[in-house]
C-alpha cells in the first residue's frame, strides 16, 4: 500500500509517553517517529523494542523542524481546536507526518496555523487526553480508513 506517515509530540511533558507512542508507531507502520524540543531517553514503556524498526528524530526547536520535516507530508495537527475536524470524520491523507502537542499546554497557536489540517480525537468529555492514547487512537483510525474499514 503506498503512503507513509510520521508521528511526533511538541514539547513531550513526560518521555514514558513518547516510548507509548513509539511502540504504537511500530504497530501500525510508521515510518518515523519525533520530537520537538526535547531528547528522548530509552523508556520501559518501548516493551517491543520500536527503536529497531522505527527510526526516532529529535528536532531542538520548532523551526528545526518545519526546516527539516519530510519533503511533501502535510502537517496534521492533533488537537483540541475550533479548527479541528472530529477524527471519525477526517480523510487521512495517503502522506502525513502528525505532530501532537504535549498535555499541558498542546501547541502554540502559530505552529497550529502552519498545519494544514488539525483533528480532535472526539470524547464525552472536554477535556486533555494522554498524548500517547490520542496519538495511538489517530494511528488507529489512519490504519482502519486506509484497510478499507468504515468508521
Given at each position: 500500500m503506498r503512503g507513509q506517515f510520521g508521528v511526533g509530540v511538541y514539547r513531550p511533558k513526560v518521555s514514558e509517553n513518547v516510548g507509548t507512542l513509539w511502540r504504537a508507531a511500530h504497530l501500525y507502520g510508521a515510518s518515523h517517529l519525533f520530537t520537538v524540543g526535547?531528547?528522548?531517553?530509552?523508556?520501559?514503556?518501548?516493551?517491543?523494542?520500536?527503536?529497531?524498526?522505527?527510526?526516532?528524530?529529535?528536532?531542538?526547536?520548532?523551526?528545526?523542524?518545519?526546516?527539516?520535516?519530510?519533503?511533501?507530508?502535510?502537517?496534521?495537527?492533533?488537537?483540541?481546536?475550533?479548527?479541528?475536524?472530529?477524527?471519525?470524520?477526517?480523510?487521512?491523507?495517503?502522506?502525513?507526518?502528525?505532530?501532537?502537542?504535549?498535555?499541558?499546554?498542546?501547541l502554540p497557536p502559530w505552529l497550529l496555523d502552519r498545519c494544514e489540517h488539525v483533528v480532535q480525537v472526539e470524547t464525552a468529555q472536554p477535556w486533555s487526553m494522554n498524548v500517547a492514547m490520542a496519538g495511538s487512537l489517530v494511528m488507529y483510525s489512519r490504519h482502519l480508513q486506509r484497510a478499507g474499514v468504515p468508521a
Open positions: 526535547a531528547r528522548y531517553q530509552r523508556q520501559a514503556s518501548d516493551t517491543s523494542k520500536a527503536w529497531q524498526s522505527v527510526p526516532a528524530f529529535a528536532y531542538d526547536d520548532a523551526d528545526d523542524f518545519l526546516t527539516h520535516r519530510p519533503f511533501d507530508m502535510p502537517l496534521v495537527a492533533v488537537e483540541l481546536s475550533d479548527r479541528a475536524v472530529p477524527l471519525g470524520r477526517f480523510e487521512h491523507p495517503e502522506r502525513a507526518v502528525y505532530l501532537l502537542g504535549a498535555e499541558d499546554h498542546g
